[in-house]
C-alpha cells in the first residue's frame, strides 16, 4: 500500500494542572492518495486531537505524522481544514472568503483574473454562485458549511481534513451536503479524513472507518474497510446488506466494545 | 419641543387606506400594528394614527416629562429667590449670551463659541496622540505575551490616578499651560484605549487564528484581515470611553490652568459671581458630551455594521 498519509506510533500528551493528561497513544495509520477515512468515537476519544495533529495545528508528543514523504511540521495550505463551526471571517463576503486562501496559494504564481476565476470557481463547486457577494451572516448554516468547504477545496489541498464538518446541521442539509461532497470527491480524487459521530454518515461516505476506543489514552480500535461501488447512493444503499453489516459492525463497536463512556465520564 | 409641534400636524392626516373600514376594525389593526410595531423597522411616512401616536408616546414622550420635571422643581425651587437664579433668569442670560456666541475682546473675555471650540480643539488634539500611541500600543500588548507582562503592571499602577495629578508634571515638562493641558487630556485618554484595544486582541476567536494558521497567512495580513476587524468593535469602546473621560477631565484641567475654554469660563463667571452662566455652562457641557458621545455610537455601528 503507498502511504500518502503515514501516522507512526504518535501519542499525544497535554500537560494539564492536574499533571499529565494523555489523549492519545499509539496511533498507526496509513492513508492512501484518493482515499476517504471516517474518524469515528464516542465524544473526548480523541478524534479531533487526531485531525489537529494531521494538520498541524498541533504537534505530537511522541511519534511521527508525515504526508506526502515529509515531516508535519506546522499547519499549512496543503492540508486544509474544514472547521467544525465554519470559522468563516463576519466581515468578508463569501467570495472574499474564498479570495483570501485563494491568494495566499497561488497569488504568487498567478495574476489577478486567474485568481478571481479559482475563486468563482470553487464556489460554483459547491453550488452557491448566486450567494457570491453575500456575508456569512446573511446566509444559512448549510450554506456557510460549504463555502467553508469551498475555501478548503480552492486551495488544491493535498488532504482534505474535516472536523465533523455536518455536525451543527438539519439532517436534511446534511444529508443533501454529504451527496454533493460525494460528488466533488469523485471530481477532485481528494484525498479526505473526516472527523464524525454520526455512523451513517461515516459508513456512506467513507473507503475506510478508523474506530477510535475512549479517551483517557485513546487509540485505534478497529478499522473496517467499508467494500462498497461508488457512486453510491443513499436509497439504494439502505437495503445493501453490505451496508447493512458495515453499519452494524460500526454501531457494534460503539455500543458494546466501547460502551463504558459513561462510566469514565461519571 | 418639535414633536409636540408636529403632533396635531399628524392628528389631521387621514388614516390611510382605511376609508371603507369599520371604525372599530380599524382600531384592532391599530392595536395590532402596535403590536408589531416590536419588531419592524419604524414605519414610513404616512402610517396610520394608531401607530405614531404609540411610537410618540413611547419615544419622546418620557423624555419630555422628565425635562418639564426637572425644570419644574427648579423653578419651584428658586421663586422664593436665594442664590441660584431661576430658569427664567437662566433663560434670559443663555439668549443673550448665545445670540453673540464669537465675540473676542481678548483672551480672557471671549464669546462661549470660542471657549467650546478651544476645549474641544484640546481634546482632540491629545485625544488623537492618545490614539497613535494607544491603539499600536494596545495591538503589541495583545498579541505578545511577554509586553503585556511587562507593561500589566505599569498600567495597572498608573490607570487609577486621577489625570489631573499629572498636570503638575505637564507644566513643569512644557513650561506652559496649555499643553500641559492637553497633555493631562493625553494621559486620561491612553488607558482606555491601551486596555480594550489589548482586549480586543486577545479575545480574537481562536477559530479565525486558526484559520489564519491553516492558510499560513503573512503577519501582514493576519493584522489587516483578522486582527483589524476583529477588534474594531473594541478599539471603537475604548475610543469612546476615552473620549467621555476626555470631557470629564478637560474642564477641571482648565479651571487650574486658565485661557480660553469652557473650564476656565466657568472658574472666571465663578469669580464674577454670574451664576446664571455657570448653570448655562453646565448645560453646555453636558450637551457637548451627549453629542460626542451618541457621534461615536453612530460611528461604531456604522463601521461595525461594514465589518460584519
Known amino acids: 500500500m503507498e502511504k500518502f498519509v503515514s501516522i507512526e506510533r504518535v501519542g499525544q500528551t497535554f500537560d494539564t494542572k492536574k499533571g499529565k493528561f494523555v489523549a492519545l497513544r499509539d496511533i498507526d495509520l496509513q492513508i492512501r492518495q484518493g482515499e476517504f477515512i471516517a474518524l469515528i468515537g464516542h465524544s473526548g476519544c480523541g478524534k479531533s486531537t487526531l485531525l489537529n495533529l494531521i494538520a498541524g495545528l498541533t504537534r505530537p508528543t511522541a511519534g511521527v505524522l508525515l504526508c506526502d514523504g515529509r515531516e508535519i511540521a506546522g499547519p499549512g495550505p496543503e492540508r486544509a481544514v474544514v472547521f467544525q463551526n465554519h470559522s468563516l471571517l463576519p466581515w468578508l463576503t463569501c467570495f472574499e472568503n474564498i479570495y483570501l486562501a485563494v491568494e495566499r496559494v497561488f497569488g504568487q504564481k498567478e495574476g489577478k483574473p486567474k485568481l478571481k476565476a479559482r475563486t468563482q470557481a470553487a464556489i460554483e463547486l459547491v453550488g452557491l454562485g448566486h450567494a457570491a457577494h453575500k456575508y456569512p451572516h446573511e446566509i444559512s448554516g448549510g450554506m456557510k458549511q460549504r463555502v467553508g468547504i469551498a475555501r478548503a477545496l480552492s486551495m488544491e489541498p493535498k488532504v482534505l481534513l474535516m472536523d465533523e464538518p455536518f455536525g451543527a446541521l438539519d439532517a436534511l442539509t446534511r444529508a443533501k451536503l454529504q451527496d454533493e461532497l460525494m460528488k466533488i470527491c469523485e471530481a477532485t480524487r481528494a484525498t479526505v479524513v473526516m472527523v464524525t459521530h454520526d455512523v451513517d454518515e461515516a459508513v456512506l461516505l467513507s473507503d475506510r472507518i478508523v474506530m477510535m476506543t475512549n479517551g483517557p489514552a485513546a487509540t485505534i480500535g478497529e478499522i473496517l474497510e467499508v467494500n462498497l461501488p461508488r457512486p453510491r447512493d443513499r436509497l439504494t444503499l439502505a437495503h445493501d446488506p453490505a451496508y447493512i453489516d458495515c453499519r452494524a459492525a460500526v454501531l457494534e463497536f460503539l455500543y458494546e466494545k466501547q460502551a463504558h463512556v459513561e462510566k469514565i465520564a461519571a | ?308
Not at chain 2, 376609508?19 to 382600531?27: F, N, W
Not at chain 2, 464674577?272 to 453646555?284: D, G, M, P, R
Open chain 2, 1 to 308: 419641543m418639535n414633536a409636540i409641534t408636529m403632533s396635531p400636524g399628524f392628528a389631521a392626516d387621514p388614516p390611510v387606506d382605511r376609508g371603507e373600514e369599520p371604525a372599530a376594525a380599524a382600531a384592532v389593526n391599530a392595536v395590532k400594528e402596535k403590536k408589531m410595531e416590536q419588531t419592524l423597522p419604524p414605519p414610513p411616512a404616512g402610517t396610520p394614527l394608531g401607530e405614531c401616536l404609540g411610537q410618540f408616546a413611547r419615544g419622546i414622550l418620557p423624555p419630555i416629562v422628565g425635562l418639564v420635571l426637572l425644570i419644574g422643581i427648579w423653578h419651584v425651587a428658586t421663586h422664593r429667590g436665594g442664590s441660584i437664579p431661576a430658569p427664567s433668569v437662566v433663560w434670559d442670560a443663555a439668549v443673550a449670551l448665545f445670540s453673540d456666541p464669537f465675540y473676542s475682546n481678548g483672551p480672557n473675555d471671549q464669546g462661549i463659541g470660542w471657549n467650546v471650540l478651544s476645549s474641544l480643539q484640546r481634546v482632540a488634539i491629545g485625544f488623537g496622540f492618545a490614539a497613535l500611541v494607544g491603539i499600536p500600543l494596545g495591538f503589541m500588548i495583545g498579541r505578545f505575551d511577554f509586553l503585556s507582562r511587562m507593561l500589566n503592571p505599569i498600567i495597572s499602577l498608573l490607570r487609577p490616578v486621577s489625570p489631573l495629578a499629572w498636570l503638575p508634571i505637564g507644566l513643569l515638562v512644557f513650561k506652559k499651560a496649555d499643553p500641559a493641558a492637553t497633555y493631562t487630556i493625553f494621559i486620561c485618554s491612553i488607558w482606555p484605549m491601551i486596555m480594550n484595544t489589548a482586549q480586543g486582541v486577545q479575545r480574537v476567536p481562536q477559530d479565525y487564528l486558526n484559520v489564519a494558521r491553516v492558510l499560513a497567512l503573512s503577519e501582514w495580513k493576519i493584522v489587516t484581515k483578522i486582527l483589524f476587524p476583529a477588534v474594531l468593535p473594541y478599539m471603537l469602546t475604548g475610543i469612546r470611553l476615552s473620549i467621555g473621560t476626555a470631557w470629564l477631565v478637560i474642564v477641571a484641567a482648565e479651571m487650574l490652568t486658565g485661557g480660553v475654554g469652557i473650564g476656565f469660563w466657568v472658574w472666571d463667571e465663578w469669580n464674577n459671581l454670574k451664576v446664571e452662566h455657570i448653570i448655562i455652562a453646565i448645560f453646555v457641557i453636558g450637551i457637548v458630551g451627549l453629542i460626542l458621545e451618541q457621534a461615536l455610537i453612530l460611528l461604531a455601528r456604522k463601521l461595525t455594521k461594514e465589518a460584519s
